[in-house]
C-alpha cells in the first residue's frame, strides 16, 4: 500500500519506531493548512447529518453483524442494543464476550478474519484463501 505521503513511507507498523516527519512534509489543501484525516477524535460529536443517516440505516436493516469491536465506544457502542430492541438478529462475532453480547441473538466467539469467510462460505476463493492464511498456502 502506498502511503499518503513519502515522509510516511515505512511507517505505521505497530513494530516500527515513531516517525519524525517534520510539519512540511505532511499533507496540505491548497492554502497551506494541514488536511484533517476523515476520522472522529476522542472527545468529537459525529456530524448530525451522519448520525441521522446511520439511524435510517439502523431502522431499515434486517440483519446486523458485530464483527470484532470492545463495544466500549459510543455512539457505536449503542448500536446493538437499539436494532435488538426492534426485533432485529444481531450476530456477535468476537475473540471475547462484549457488553452487548447480552442482547446479540447469536454470539460467536473466534478470529473474525478465519471466522467470516467460514460462515460466508468463501473459504475456497483464492484470495479469501491467501489472506486468512498470510499468503501462505
Known sequence: MQPLVPALTGTGHPDSPAAAIPVENLPHDAFGQLLRPGVVWFNESLDSGVLDKIEAVLNATDL????????NVYP???????????????VEINLELTGNSSV???????????????LLGVTDEPDVAA???GGKQ
Open 131 to 133: 489472506a486468512v492464511t
Open 64 to 71: 446486523f453483524l458485530v464483527i470484532g469491536t470492545s463495544a
Open 104 to 118: 446479540c441473538t447469536l454470539t460467536i466467539q473466534g478470529k473474525t478474519g478465519r471466522l467470516l469467510p467460514q
Open 76 to 90: 457505536a457502542a449503542g448500536y446493538a442494543p437499539v436494532v435488538a430492541g426492534r426485533g432485529v438478529p444481531v
